[in-house]
Nanobody, 135 residues
């Protein structure tokens, strides 16, 4: 069975850091792009970052650029999202998801952005992990 397990969420103060982990099973990380999305209360889900296995390219939403870093450890079948200088507006449930290809699917923009397209372009979702940033 394919599973994506997100972990690492918690309560932090503004300016602090967290590292989220997405551990996958049932497939090899080498064969799939893995993305992070988030959904704040009362808001639509949005893309955050994606780790592509094509040329190891990374994609980031504008809100994540310069503060968040996505990386992967193929040996551990895990993708990480290092989040620095967290802000209250980063409060959300964070989800990881796999793309059916080695890239980041149709969720990318020509300038390296990453956004949510619903279930289109994503084949599996993990359960979320809650990140709460207090001011």
């Amino acid at each position: 069975d394919v599973q994506l397990q997100a972990s690492g969420g918690g309560l932090v103060q503004a300016g602090e850091s967290l590292r989220l982990s997405c551990t996958v099973s049932g497939f090899t990380l080498d064969d799939h792009g893995i993305g992070w999305f988030r959904q704040a209360p009362g808001k639509e889900r949005e893309g955050v970052a994606c780790n592509s296995q094509i040329n190891f390219k990374k994609y980031y939403a504008a809100s994540a650029k310069g503060r968040f870093t996505i990386s992967s450890d193929v040996a551990k079948n895990t993708v990480y999202l290092q989040m620095n200088n967290l802000k209250p507006e980063d409060t959300a449930v964070y989800y990881c998801a796999s793309h059916p290809t080695r890239g980041c699917g149709p969720n990318t923009t020509y300038d390296g952005g990453y956004y949510y397209t619903g279930n289109y372009g994503v084949n599996y979702w993990g359960k979320g992990t809650l990140v709460t940033v207090s001011s």
